[in-house]
């Protein structure tokens, strides 16, 4: 399972939401489920931005 923090944590050096979108879609091969467990602490990041995530991975 992907969680979300753990993403966000081996990857310190995203500086944007779509850099986060990105990885999501390059990641979610070797992953069959994620679990959005915090919030991305991004300043551009959307308000419905577990929608984009959750889209992102499926």
């Not at 310190?12 to 979108?21: A, I, K, P």
């Not at 879609?25 to 419905?48: H, I």
Request: proline fraction near 5%.
């Amino acid at each position: 399972m992907l969680y979300l923090s753990e993403l966000l944590m081996e990857h310190h050096d995203l500086d944007s939401f779509d850099q986060l979108v990105e990885l999501i879609n390059e990641v979610k091969k070797q992953e069959r489920f994620f679990r959005m467990d915090v919030k991305p602490p991004f300043t551009d990041t959307p308000e419905n931005w577990e929608d984009r995530l959750e889209a992102a991975f499926y």
